[in-house]
């Protein structure tokens, strides 16, 4: 390996050493306020849910007339009606879709100006999770014997760090799974039109993520909090893990 190489890796090293070391001073007690700011504003402090109810456009089809003059009531006695009759009961087949002439259903709008709002924050903490992590990777010492325990504080922040990476990770899957769901209950109003229930699971689940979302902020101010709260406490274990001192976790 050449010296220009070493030279290269060590430079990243002492970058990302020193980004971490920001983010956890002023980084994270910056973005606790914004999240708190955030929360206060109207979009996510009323949480009326009367703002993300959205018509889907969809129109009702009209009755269907069913002609009641047939054979089963001849000479007074009731004939039962073919087996091989075929049904056409529109509460079962439902109604073929080819187009809507009503165009597209659109998205929930209101609900996709907050996520795009939400989205930034969430990849914010992925990466700001995954800076930290290597920052104490780097900080852990080579394995020795003895005063290991600046070490395990090392351990246990990192493992707390990669599960609010893991967790910030999931509150993506869950706005596509959103996505997905409302795509499939809309596409059961589209297939049966004249079932309110479908259209009111449409409302039901455009509530739950409208409620979701403001969670999922709430979440990550928290595990910025937190974050900051366990590697303050104990940033003196974790920059200099074999130190004589023996201070607890928390």
Same mark, same amino acid.
């Given at each position: 390996? !050449?010296?220009?190489? %070493?030279?290269?890796?060590?430079?990243?090293?002492?970058?990302?050493?020193?980004?971490? $070391?920001?983010?956890?001073?002023?980084?994270?007690?910056?973005?606790?306020?914004?999240?708190?700011?955030?929360?206060?504003? #109207?979009?996510?402090?009323? *949480?009326?849910?009367?703002?993300?109810?959205?018509?889907?456009?969809?129109?009702?089809?009209?009755?269907?007339?069913?002609?009641?003059?047939?054979?089963?009531?001849?000479? &007074?006695?009731?004939?039962? /009606?073919?087996? @091989?009759?075929?049904?056409?009961?529109? !509460?079962?087949? &439902?109604?073929?879709?080819?187009?809507?002439?009503? &165009? !597209?259903?659109?998205?929930?709008? /209101?609900?996709?100006?907050?996520?795009?709002?939400?989205?930034?924050?969430?990849?914010?903490?992925?990466?700001?999770?995954?800076?930290?992590?290597?920052?104490?990777?780097?900080?852990? #010492?080579?394995?020795?014997?003895?005063?290991?325990?600046?070490?395990?504080?090392?351990?246990?922040?990192?493992?707390?760090?990669?599960?609010? $990476?893991?967790?910030?990770?999931?509150?993506?899957?869950?706005?596509?799974?959103?996505?997905? !769901?409302?795509?499939?209950?809309?596409?059961? %109003?589209? @297939? +049966?039109?004249?079932?309110?229930? +479908?259209? *009111?699971?449409?409302?039901?689940?455009?509530?739950?993520? +409208?409620?979701?979302?403001?969670?999922?902020?709430?979440?990550?101010?928290?595990?910025?909090?937190?974050?900051?709260?366990?590697?303050?406490?104990?940033? $003196?274990?974790?920059?200099?893990?074999?130190?004589?001192?023996?201070?607890?976790? +928390?």
């Amino acid at each position: 390996m !050449s010296n220009d190489t %070493v030279a290269k890796v060590q430079e990243y090293k002492d970058s990302l050493i020193q980004k971490a $070391e920001h983010l956890i001073i002023q980084g994270f007690p910056e973005k606790i306020v914004e999240l708190n700011e955030l929360l206060s504003t #109207p979009m996510f402090s009323e *949480r009326n849910f009367n703002e993300v109810h959205q018509d889907l456009n969809i129109p009702i089809p009209d009755p269907i007339t069913v002609n009641n003059h047939d054979d089963t009531h001849l000479d &007074g006695v009731d004939q039962q /009606p073919s087996a @091989k009759r075929p049904r056409n009961d529109i !509460s079962t087949t &439902g109604v073929k879709v080819m187009f809507l002439a009503t &165009g !597209s259903v659109a998205c929930n709008e /209101p609900l996709c100006d907050m996520i795009r709002i939400v989205k930034p924050i969430i990849r914010k903490l992925v990466e700001d999770s995954n800076l930290l992590k290597m920052w104490i990777s780097f900080m852990i #010492p080579k394995i020795e014997d003895g005063n290991n325990f600046g070490v395990s504080v090392q351990e246990d922040t990192l493992a707390e760090i990669q599960a609010v $990476e893991s967790e910030a990770a999931a509150f993506f899957d869950q706005i596509s799974r959103y996505f997905l !769901s409302r795509a499939k209950v809309v596409s059961k %109003v589209a @297939k +049966y039109p004249h079932i309110d229930d +479908y259209r *009111r699971a449409v409302v039901e689940l455009d509530e739950k993520e +409208y409620l979701s979302l403001w969670l999922v902020v709430c979440e990550v101010r928290n595990r910025y909090s937190s974050l900051h709260d366990i590697v303050i406490k104990n940033l $003196e274990k974790l920059k200099k893990p074999r130190s004589s001192n023996a201070d607890s976790l +928390y």
